[in-house]
């Protein structure tokens, strides 16, 4: 069965330190996977998505995430983080069925202090 | 920019009562989904709906839950005789196709039941 395993439920890093949140899934195809932002009273947005192709994704708001299927990992950086980004951010893998639903990982909350 | 919006922001209901939980999916979108959190829990899927019609479900989403697109604008999730362990929220999404079409999300509707 797919599943999403995000390690960290909090972390906390100082403005303009930079940030790595980690993703490891579980799914026996070529997965395709993604990292949503929760910011409080709001809903999921995008941040970035990997289908295939350069295993170094950029998104939206500085970040970016590597591929690694041999580490089964997905993890989300960026280099300086600025106070907005506090957040929750999930990432998320998707069925490849009738569907494409979405598996979500439990969540890491980003806190960051001045 | 368009968006998916939920009504109501937050709902509080007796057990046992039903409650209709409401979205307007962006416009030309034609996939829609439901989601849920239970506090401090994974987002989980509940249902997928196209063309009319559900897609698929998940094992969370018994007799007691029920989509509708009734006026082709609207996206209702309806929960029959709402439970204790109801209370969650709920997130619709919409995606303009299938596959890899990112899922706008709502920003929730936070259900309470007593």
């Known amino acids: 069965a797919q599943s999403v395993t995000q390690p960290d439920i909090h972390i906390t890093v100082s403005e303009g330190a930079s940030l790595e949140l980690r993703c490891n899934y579980s799914?026996?195809?070529?997965?395709?996977l993604f990292w949503y932002v929760q910011s409080p009273g709001q809903g999921l947005q995008l941040l970035l998505k990997?289908?295939?192709?350069?295993?170094l994704v950029q998104g939206i708001k500085g970040f970016e995430a590597e591929f690694k299927r041999s580490q089964s990992s997905f993890n989300l950086r960026k280099p300086s983080v600025h106070w907005s980004d506090a957040a929750e951010y999930f990432c998320?893998?998707?069925?490849?069925?009738?569907?494409?639903?979405?598996?979500f990982g439990s969540g890491t909350r980003l806190l960051v202090r001045p | 920019e368009p968006e998916v919006t939920q009504t109501p922001s937050h709902q509080v209901t007796q057990m046992g009562q039903e409650v209709i939980l409401r979205c307007v999916p962006i416009?030309?979108?034609?996939?829609f989904y439901w989601y849920r959190q239970i506090l401090g829990q994974k987002v989980e899927f509940l249902v997928s709906f196209y063309n009319n019609e559900i897609s698929e479900k998940s094992e969370i989403f018994d007799d007691q839950f029920s989509v509708e697109r009734p006026d082709g604008s609207n996206f209702t999730l309806k929960i029959r005789s709402t439970k204790l362990e109801d209370s969650a929220m709920y997130f619709c999404?919409?995606?303009?196709?299938?596959?890899?079409?990112?899922?706008?999300f709502g920003p929730g509707t936070r259900l309470t039941v007593l």
């Open positions: 998320a893998v998707a069925r490849m069925d009738s569907s494409y639903k979405l598996i």
């Open positions: 999404a919409s995606s303009a196709g299938r596959g890899l079409d990112e899922q706008f």
């Open positions: 990997y289908f295939s192709g350069d295993t």
């Open positions: 799914y026996g195809a070529t997965p395709y």
């Open positions: 416009s030309n979108h034609l996939y």
